[in-house]
């Protein structure tokens, strides 16, 4: 043994000095969530499909996913799986897919579960590729290009909305002000057709609901002089449009289309409370809901995730150390469907809220 | 495998008084700027009660509290010496048998079997000591948040047990990440011995242009590697990850066996 005496001395203080610091991070507290619910049913699908993605930002990084019902699903990295982490919308898609993806003329968009990604190369052709997470297939489409859509530059085509068999795109121009097209892709007859929307404006259309023919969009042009830029928002039916006056926060929060196509939902967030505005597209008339939500703002921050989807406000906020307060509201009856606490038994202040996520 | 272990042995021989020399100077040093800072602090405390004649409570609310993660700032500065003073370490461990006065290292190029075992020795060495270097700093820092603790006094001290963000990066609060670290260590010491030996193999002039073209080949690898796959523009990010990996992994190989060939065939008595 003396013959190795400094070899030993090094291996020793190495496991001893390594142990402690293993031992170290073993004695770290990890979160242990729980969920309590106070009203509504857990397993409903609207509430059964959402989880809370909470980070813990203490010396240990430890990201959570936390299922209404009680699911916990924990995940550590360390260097070398950091490096081989996709971004989320291309978890399990196919290596081609999220081949394509990448390309720098693609855009995509996410809708129940499915991932659309399109563009177009040279303009003649528009290639459409789409991942069914549910199905775990990839469905590829070519179309030639639309003429009108062949005059523009270099076209941008962005997914927008999946309505039945139609997919809804709009493509503009990225070099000059062009007007942005709008088409409908027939997805079981591989049809494109072009959706006239008669205001049309030389800045850009953003699309905030469509529904079979009801598409409600807003224009958005800077006015020379002034600070902000000019919003006007427009009901067509796809012949003719008309615009919609005295909605004046269409634009400053989330506003959407209800799922059967007949109101505007329109929703702002306030320190502790929500504001949303029924508009009835047939009637012209506004109803105003609000609801207050607990929260609590104090040196850890706020910590508050608020999200309106399918006729559903989810809002996710902060009450207390390791405390979350999850609602999920009927926009339209203002009812809340589901009410629920995640609770960190150990009420670690580390643990922050970083989004609601819907699988 | 006991001659390996002996001559491993030999090599920290040869070096201890330095090791445990360099360990206690950084422990000392990082130890008495936490205590300095204590102390700093509740001089500043007190000089501000006297001077503005408020009380402490105040005093302490315009200064702010003292935490550890401050207390230990200079901490990451001592594990830079640290790191240079093993890059130095690298070069010295072979350089030392030939600039010694007994030059030593024809006895162990005379030793009987293969020479593979004088690199490894040395390599092993090497490892032994980053190993302890990595515990050890994290033994200091526990130490030193005990020391923290008992010497400031209780309103002086502000939350938890916390590192800097420096000190984060290389503790991660993740065993993987130590044993990464450990790879990317030695893989930085294996090429440093690479280059060692190209030097002692070739001498002077010629030595010197096998190094610049060894430091040169390891850059377009790199360069080249990234201007290739951006360029491509075909893979994936994982798959990039995937790519690097395998090149890291090669060239590490790459840089074990040439240093051992050119210990077989070019280094001679």
């Known amino acids: 043994m003396r013959k190795f005496k400094f070899v030993l001395i090094l291996a020793v203080v190495s496991f001893l000095t390594l142990g402690i610091y293993a031992l170290f991070i073993r004695s770290i507290d990890e979160s242990d969530f729980i969920v309590e619910t106070v009203q509504g049913d857990p397993k409903q699908p609207a509430v059964r499909s959402v989880q809370a993605e909470l980070y813990d930002e203490g010396l240990k990084k430890v990201d959570y996913n936390v299922a209404l019902d009680g699911r916990v699903e924990k995940a550590k990295d360390n260097w070398i799986s950091g490096m081989f982490e996709g971004p989320y919308n291309e978890n399990g898609a196919p290596a081609d897919f999220r081949r394509f993806i990448r390309s720098d003329y693609v855009l995509t968009f996410e809708q129940q579960g499915t991932t659309y990604a399109m563009g177009t190369k040279d303009n003649n052709k528009w290639e459409l590729q789409y991942w069914e997470k549910g199905k775990q297939r990839v469905v590829k489409k070519i179309f030639p290009a639309p003429p009108e859509a062949r005059k523009l530059g270099e076209t941008q085509l962005s997914p927008d909305k999946r309505f039945g068999n139609s997919l809804y795109v709009l493509a503009q121009d990225i070099q000059n002000d062009s007007e942005t097209l709008l088409y409908k892709i027939d997805l079981k007859n591989d049809t494109i057709q072009k959706i006239n929307l008669p205001v049309i404006s030389k800045g850009e259309i953003i699309i905030l609901g469509i529904h079979n023919e009801t598409i409600v969009y807003y224009t958005t042009e800077i006015v020379e002089g002034a600070d902000d830029e000019k919003q006007t928002l427009y009901l067509s039916d796809g012949e003719k449009s008309q615009r919609l006056k005295g909605l004046k926060s269409f634009g400053d929060g989330e506003t959407k289309l209800s799922t059967d196509g007949t109101k505007l939902i329109m929703l702002e967030c306030e320190p502790k409370k929500l504001n949303w505005t029924i508009y009835d597209l047939a009637s012209k008339k506004s109803i105003k809901h609000k609801i207050s939500i607990p929260s609590v703002t104090d040196e850890s921050g706020s910590g508050e995730y608020t999200e309106l989807k399918d006729d559903l406000i989810y809002t996710a906020n902060r009450t207390g150390d390791g405390v979350f307060n999850v609602l999920v509201i009927d926009a339209l009856s203002e009812r809340v469907i589901y009410e629920g606490n995640i609770k960190d038994k150990l009420k670690r202040t580390e643990t922050t809220l970083n989004s609601l996520v819907y699988n | ?269």
């Not at chain 2, 070096?15 to 130890?31: F, Q, T």
């Not at chain 2, 000591?129 to 005990?146: H, N």
């Open chain 2, 1 to 269: 495998m006991k001659q390996y272990l002996m001559l491993t042995n030999e090599e920290l021989k040869r070096s201890w008084k330095m090791i445990v020399a360099v360990i206690l100077a950084m422990a000392s040093i990082e130890i008495l700027t936490v205590v300095g800072r204590v102390i700093y602090q509740e001089r500043q405390v007190r000089n501000y009660m006297s001077d503005a004649k408020v009380t402490e409570s105040e005093a302490l609310r315009s200064f702010g509290k003292l935490s550890f993660e401050q207390a230990s700032s200079y901490f990451s500065y001592v594990i830079m010496i640290g790191i240079v003073l093993v890059i130095l370490y690298a070069i010295q461990i072979w350089y030392r048998d030939w600039f010694g006065e007994s030059k030593y290292i024809y006895r162990l190029l005379l030793l009987p079997g293969g020479r593979a075992k004088i690199f490894f020795a040395k390599w092993t060495s090497l490892a032994l000591v980053i190993i302890s270097f990595i515990g050890l700093q994290w033994a200091v820092i526990q130490l030193s948040y005990a020391i923290f603790n008992w010497l400031i006094k209780n309103n002086y001290r502000a939350s938890s047990f916390d590192i800097s963000m420096t000190l984060k990066q290389l503790y991660t609060m993740n065993v993987v990440d130590v044993l990464i670290l450990l790879i990317l260590s030695l893989f930085v010491v294996s090429f440093l011995f690479m280059l060692v030996l190209l030097e002692r193999s070739y001498r002077k002039a010629k030595g010197l242009l096998f190094i610049v073209l060894e430091v040169i080949a390891l850059l377009v690898i790199m360069m080249g590697g990234m201007y290739v796959i951006e360029t491509l523009d075909i893979f994936l990010s994982q798959e990039i990850s995937g790519i690097m990996l395998a090149i890291f992994v090669l060239y590490f190989a790459y840089t074990i066996w040439k240093s051992l060939r050119l210990l077989k065939w070019k280094i001679s008595v």
